[in-house]
Nanobody, 114 residues
Framework: EVQLVESGGGLVQPGGSLRLSCAAS????????MSWVRQAPGKGPEWVSS????????SYADSVKGRFTISRDNAKKMLYLQMNSLKPEDTAVYYC???????RGQGTQVTVSS
């Protein structure tokens, strides 16, 4: 059974930083492309970033490019999202997901507010 468990969300002031983590189990993590997706209140899901199985290829939505960094540790079966220079419009529930297959975690809330 695929399990993805996110953590690291919280309340942060504009301009602040957070690091999200995702613990993966139940599948061959090192062979899976992984992504972060977010959903703001009243809006549909928005793709944020993806990373290749080996970690060498990354991609970002224009809205977060230059501020967010995706990374992974295949030995620990962990996915990360470093978020810097946070803006109120980054407020959302952030989900860790397999890029292919649709599996995703329960999400972690990120709120950017003064």
């Amino acid at each position: 059974e695929v399990q993805l468990v996110e953590s690291g969300g919280g309340l942060v002031q504009p301009g602040g930083s957070l690091r999200l983590s995702c613990a993966a189990s139940g599948f061959l993590f090192s062979m899976a492309g992984m992504s972060w997706v977010r959903q703001a209140p009243g809006k549909g899901p928005e793709w944020v970033s993806s990373i290749s199985p080996g970690g060498g290829v990354t991609s970002y939505a224009d809205s977060v490019k230059g501020r967010f960094t995706i990374s992974r540790d295949n030995a620990k079966k962990m996915l990360y999202l470093q978020m810097n220079s946070l803006k109120p419009e980054d407020t959302a529930v952030y989900y860790c997901a397999k890029t292919a297959g649709g599996d995703r975690g329960q999400g972690t809330q990120v709120t950017v507010s003064s």
